[in-house]
């Protein structure tokens, strides 16, 4: 008798960012991903917006921008070196977590 598990489809984690939200409606950035990630992980206690952009010189997020709800995880394909910043309109503090994946 055999047990087949089906497993996830998934992507091994390189490296993972908090980035703290203060309650101040402030665009803050990442640092750049690493050389092999080519796909992020995204989540946070806070709804709010995102920007993906080149590492020549931070992103700013602004409000229209990717919106990201709270208790949601969404994944995005990058490219090496970039940076994404993320923005949330609420008063209260919170986090976006970040996650590089390759």
């Known amino acids: ?3 087949y598990f ?3 489809p998934s992507s091994r984690i390189l490296k993972a960012q908090n980035i703290a939200l203060s ?3 402030a665009s803050t950035p990442s ?3 690493t050389a092999e990630t080519f796909q992020i992980r995204v989540a946070t206690t806070l709804a709010g917006w995102l920007r993906i952009g080149d590492n020549k010189a931070d992103p700013t997020a602004a409000i229209g921008d990717t919106f990201v709800p ?3 995880v969404d994944y995005f ?3 090496p070196g970039q940076r994404m910043a993320f923005i949330s309109t609420s008063t209260s503090t919170g986090n976006c977590s970040l996650t590089e994946m390759a």
């Open 6 to 8: 089906g497993k996830a």
């Open 23 to 25: 309650g101040n409606a």
């Open 1 to 3: 008798m055999s047990t």
């Open 70 to 72: 709270t208790g949601v």
């Open 77 to 79: 394909t990058v490219t």
């Open 31 to 33: 640092t750049d991903f």
